[in-house]
């Protein structure tokens, strides 16, 4: 009787570990799902990743936001954003190979981003090949901060994505306000917040504007 009632429970125990990894499995998926399908960027991500400091320490996750207009015969324009999937691709790369693919080579394509720090020298390189070989895109890449900038290899790559046809330019304050009001998630059911500037954006712009235009010379 007692081995019965024992088995019983072990039977009733297994059964609930069960619905419990199934539980879990399912709460894995969901936060997955919704890390990589979200629209709309944290307010959080985006006050710490794109402030352009000039030490950027700790800042060392790329968010990439992108806006993509479609020259045809009706033009489209379709935004999104991407982050470093977990450290596995950069934000670039992951969207040459998520987004690009959808981009028809018979249609024209002007492509921004707005990313929080200039790419590494890996990204550029791919950058430049990308553009060299799809004529029909137009890539413009804003971004808050330069990375790396004092090293030459990081100064050639950059130069190289000039002569590949990309637009490199730094975000001025209105550009980080144009990231904050279509790219960055407003609060349910709340007025959107009026983006606020940090105290030095507008002089840390200007010196990163002096040191690109330094290297692109
Ligand atoms: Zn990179």
Redesign the pocket.
């Known amino acids: 009787m007692r081995g019965v009632q024992d088995s019983g429970r072990l039977l009733a125990s297994k059964k609930q570990s069960v619905l419990l990894f199934v539980i879990s499995l399912w709460l894995l998926s969901a936060s997955l799902l919704s890390a990589f399908h979200r629209e709309r960027l944290p307010a959080i991500f985006f006050k710490f990743q794109f402030r352009n400091v000039e030490y950027s320490s700790g800042r060392n996750k790329t968010f990439l936001c992108y806006v993509i207009e479609t020259q045809g015969k009706e033009s489209t324009t379709s935004r999104g954003y991407l982050e470093d999937e977990h450290a596995a691709s950069?934000a670039?790369i992951a969207f040459f190979n998520t987004i690009l693919p959808k981009c028809e080579s018979s249609l024209r394509y002007n492509i921004t981003w707005y990313v929080s720090s200039s790419?590494?020298v890996?990204?550029a390189e791919r950058i430049s090949e990308t553009l060299r070989k799809n004529k029909n895109l137009r890539l413009t890449i804003m971004v808050g901060r330069l990375f790396m900038w004092e090293e030459p290899e990081m100064q050639a790559a950059l130069k190289k994505m000039k002569s590949a046809g990309c637009k490199l330019r730094i975000m001025k304050p209105q550009d980080f306000e144009y990231v904050w009001q279509n790219f960055v998630e407003q609060e349910e059911g709340e007025e959107a917040k009026a983006f606020v500037p940090w105290e030095d954006i507008q002089e840390n712009f200007q010196y990163y504007e002096e040191k690109l235009a330094e290297i692109l010379q």
């Open positions: 950069h670039e790419p590494c890996t990204c």
